[in-house]
C-alpha cells in the first residue's frame, strides 16, 4: 500500500450535521429574529447558513460592504427589499438575492407582513457579528449606529458611504 493510500485510509469521515426544526442558536436583534442553521463549525468555516425572519416595516442594517465574503439571501416568504448603492429591488418568495464582496447593499420588510428569509456566508465569518450585536444588546446598551459600525469592522465590513 503506497503511502499516500494509508494517509486517506486514516483519515474519518465528517459527520453530517442535521439542524431540525426547533434547532439551532437564536439571535435577536430588536425586530429580527435569527436561528442560526449552520455556524461553520461543521463545514471547516467555508459557509455559514441562518434562517431570518423579519417582522413588519422592519428597517435592516446600515447599508455595507463585505471585503472577504459573499452573502446569498433567499426569500422563503412575504417580500424583502434590498437596497444595493441607490437601486431597490423588491425581492419575493423564491428569489435568491447573491451579494459578493464589495457590494454595496442593505435590506429591509417593507410591508405589513412578516418576511422569511434564509442567508448563506461564505466563509463563516458574519455570523459571529450578530452575536456581537446581541451581546450589545443584552449587555443593556443600545444598538446605535456606531455600535454596528464598531461590530462590522471587526468583521472585514465597513459602511458603505457612497453607492459606488
Do not use: C, W
Amino acid at each position: 500500500m503506497t503511502e499516500e493510500a494509508k494517509t486517506s485510509e486514516s483519515q474519518a469521515v465528517p459527520a453530517i450535521s442535521v439542524m431540525g426544526p426547533g434547532d439551532g442558536e437564536t439571535i435577536v436583534l430588536g425586530t429580527t429574529r435569527m436561528r442560526v442553521l449552520e455556524d461553520g463549525s461543521h463545514t471547516g468555516h467555508r459557509l455559514a447558513i441562518a434562517e431570518s425572519v423579519l417582522a413588519p416595516h422592519t428597517q435592516g442594517p446600515p447599508q455595507h460592504r463585505h471585503a472577504r465574503h459573499d452573502e446569498g439571501f433567499y426569500i422563503l416568504s412575504g417580500t424583502v427589499r434590498f437596497t444595493v448603492g441607490d437601486e431597490d429591488h423588491d425581492a419575493t418568495a423564491g428569489t435568491l438575492v447573491m451579494v459578493p464582496p464589495g457590494t454595496p447593499h442593505t435590506f429591509a420588510n417593507p410591508s405589513g407582513q412578516p418576511a422569511v428569509m434564509l442567508s448563506t456566508f461564505t466563509p463563516d465569518l458574519y455570523v459571529r457579528y450578530f452575536r456581537d450585536l446581541q451581546e450589545v444588546l443584552a449587555d443593556g446598551r443600545p444598538l446605535t449606529p456606531q455600535a454596528n459600525i464598531d461590530a462590522m469592522s471587526r468583521y472585514a465590513t465597513e459602511p458603505a458611504t457612497d453607492p459606488a
